[in-house]
């Protein structure tokens, strides 16, 4: 009901001990949550079979990644809002959030099949190409002085081509 005044007093109570950590725990908590409930899985065939779901398409060491994958995937889309929005910066740090996606990727391959590896390398790497095209495209490369034109246009068709290309090409792959 937008005709009531959620800043009184009265709805602080709401806020402090509903809100807020409603809007930690659920975030954080459900990663966390399948964190320890995998941990346990590890020692249980019961719960092994019911959680298998999160792991059989990892390596056996990386049996903890679809709990990073989810942080990883709560940093990028809704702690970056809160960066300074709007701005140059957040979409500077969202490219430096996708950099370290890519390199622990890199680093561990921790899927079981190779197409999996190559197909989630390609997709994190097109995220972060997407990414710091739309911060050129922000900071306006081609307004500079004495700077070509057609450089803004060249930058949002290979913003969009580069997409298309992973969409088309890499896709059925």
Same mark, same amino acid.
């Given at each position: 009901?937008? @005709?009531?005044? *959620?800043?009184?007093?009265?709805?602080?109570?709401h806020?402090?001990f +509903?809100?807020?950590?409603?809007?930690?725990?659920?975030p954080?908590?459900?990663p %966390?949550?399948?964190?320890f409930l995998?941990?346990?899985?590890?020692l @249980?065939? $019961?719960w092994? =079979?019911r959680?298998s779901f %999160?792991?059989t398409?990892? =390596?056996?060491?990386?049996?903890?990644?679809?709990?990073?994958d989810l942080?990883? =995937?709560?940093m990028v889309?809704? &702690?970056i +809002?809160?960066v300074?929005?709007?701005?140059?910066?957040?979409?500077?740090v969202?490219? %430096? %959030? #996708? *950099? &370290?996606? *890519?390199?622990? #990727?890199? !680093? $561990?391959?921790?899927?079981? !099949?190779?197409?999996?590896?190559?197909?989630? @390398?390609?997709?994190?790497?097109?995220?972060?190409?997407?990414?710091?095209?739309?911060l050129?495209?922000?900071?306006?490369?081609?307004g500079?002085?004495? @700077?070509?034109?057609?450089?803004?246009?060249?930058? $949002?068709?290979?913003?969009?081509? !580069?997409?298309?290309? &992973?969409?088309?090409?890499l896709?059925?792959?």
């Amino acid at each position: 009901d937008l @005709s009531i005044d *959620c800043t009184d007093n009265k709805f602080l109570f709401h806020l402090i001990f +509903i809100t807020v950590p409603t809007l930690i725990l659920y975030p954080f908590g459900i990663p %966390m949550g399948f964190f320890f409930l995998l941990n346990q899985a590890k020692l @249980s065939v $019961t719960w092994t =079979k019911r959680l298998s779901f %999160m792991f059989t398409t990892y =390596k056996e060491q990386y049996w903890w990644f679809e709990c990073y994958d989810l942080l990883r =995937k709560l940093m990028v889309t809704g &702690v970056i +809002i809160f960066v300074m929005p709007g701005t140059i910066v957040q979409i500077a740090v969202a490219c %430096m %959030m #996708h *950099c &370290v996606g *890519c390199l622990v #990727h890199f !680093s $561990t391959y921790p899927y079981e !099949s190779k197409a999996d590896n190559t197909l989630g @390398s390609i997709a994190l790497g097109q995220i972060l190409l997407t990414t710091f095209l739309g911060l050129l495209l922000k900071v306006d490369a081609g307004g500079e002085p004495g @700077s070509d034109p057609a450089a803004g246009q060249f930058l $949002t068709i290979l913003l969009v081509g !580069s997409n298309i290309f &992973v969409l088309a090409v890499l896709g059925p792959f």
